[in-house]
T-cell receptor, first 114, second 110 residues
């Protein structure tokens, strides 16, 4: 059955280490997105990609990097330059066609940096 | 950028009705979404409005007034499982990005 998967669900890293979060979708969606969610705040867009081999910075891209080599995959790397990386990370995808072009979310990865 | 405001918390009794308001300021409005998010889980899509008026989906309805920059989500016949955070999100222009409000936590009491 189709959907979006993110792994792992919980991730612990030491300060100063880079870490890559996985996001895979088999919905044949063109667009994929990465959001960060902190307590008491709305989802904030980190990066998004509308087609393979192309991506754009969102509102809080500093300290993060992405790649989009395949339509199905959009991994997010949290680098040591990200000053406060502990958060809940959500990946989403959409068809980028027609209306309403709803975004569908994966289950999320909770990253804790010790 | 966009400024999206929602109340932080609301409490209601099982079987009652709750209305969650969302106000926004944007240029080039191109749609408003409501999502439900249970604690620690992914947001799930509830409703979409792009034209003025009311959209009804079972126990949930969503209303939009573009001239007032205002939407509400109406939850009827509340059930305990409706206890969750409700997120208002606005799309601006032809870009497919969404801007989210901070969410409204609804607690349903017996």
């Amino acid at each position: 059955d189709g959907g979006i998967t993110q792994s792992p669900k919980y991730l612990f890293r030491k300060e100063g280490q880079n870490v890559t979060l996985s996001c895979e979708q088999n919905l044949n969606h063109d667009a994929m997105y990465w959001y960060r969610q902190d307590p008491g705040q709305g989802l904030r867009l980190i990066y998004y990609s509308q087609i393979v081999n192309d991506f754009q910075k969102g509102d809080i891209a500093e300290g993060y990097s992405v790649s989009r080599e395949k339509k199905e995959s959009f991994p997010l790397t949290v680098t040591s330059a990200q000053k406060n990386p502990t958060a809940f990370y959500l990946c989403a995808s959409s068809t980028r066609q027609g209306s309403p072009d709803t975004q569908y979310f994966g289950p999320g990865t909770r990253l804790t940096v010790l | 950028g966009q400024n999206i405001d929602q109340p932080t918390e609301m409490t209601a009794t099982e079987g009652a009705i709750v209305q969650i308001n969302c106000t926004y300021q944007t240029s080039g409005f191109n749609g408003l979404f409501w999502y439900q998010q249970h604690a620690g889980e992914a947001p799930t899509f509830l409703s979409y409005n792009v034209l003025d008026g009311l959209e009804e989906k079972g126990r949930f309805s969503s209303f939009l007034s573009r001239s007032k920059g205002y939407s509400y989500l109406l939850l009827k016949e509340l059930q305990m499982k409706d206890s969750a955070s409700y997120l208002c999100a606005v799309r601006e222009g032809n870009d497919y990005k969404l801007s989210f409000g901070a969410g409204t936590t609804v607690t349903v009491r017996a």
